[in-house]
Nanobody, 128 residues
Framework: QVQLVESGGRLVQAGGSLRLSCTASGRTFSGYAMAWFRQAPGKEREFVAAITWSGDVTYYAESVQGRFTISRDNTRNAVYLQMNNVKPEDTASYHC?????????????????????WGQGTLVTVSG
């Protein structure tokens, strides 16, 4: 059974930083692009960032461009989201996401239609 487990969410003041982690277990996502999505209370889920298997190409939502950085460590089967200069509007549950096939490019993960595996989420609350 595939599991994506996120961690690192917490209460943080506006302007602060934190790093989210996602670890895959049950199978390897070798060759797979990965992504982060978020869902704020009362709002629809939205794309945050995506990364290719090699990590050399990344995609970001306009709202986080220049503040967030997605990265991965394939030796650890892990994906990260470094969040800098956070804002109250970044408050949300952040979810790690993987497609159902390694054939799905990172560019297509800007839409959740191609996501087949979701983590349970980690809550980020930005105060101030």
């Amino acid at each position: 059974q595939v599991q994506l487990v996120e961690s690192g969410g917490r209460l943080v003041q506006a302007g602060g930083s934190l790093r989210l982690s996602c670890t895959a277990s049950g199978r390897t996502f070798s060759g797979y692009a990965m992504a982060w999505f978020r869902q704020a209370p009362g709002k629809e889920r939205e794309f945050v960032a995506a990364i290719t298997w090699s990590g050399d190409v990344t995609y970001y939502a306009e709202s986080v461009q220049g503040r967030f950085t997605i990265s991965r460590d394939n030796t650890r089967n892990a994906v990260y989201l470094q969040m800098n200069n956070v804002k109250p509007e970044d408050t949300a549950s952040y979810h790690c996401a993987a497609p159902g096939s390694s054939a799905v490019p990172a560019s297509m993960l800007v839409s959740d239609r191609h996501v087949e595996h979701w983590g349970q989420g980690t809550l980020v609350t930005v105060s101030g």
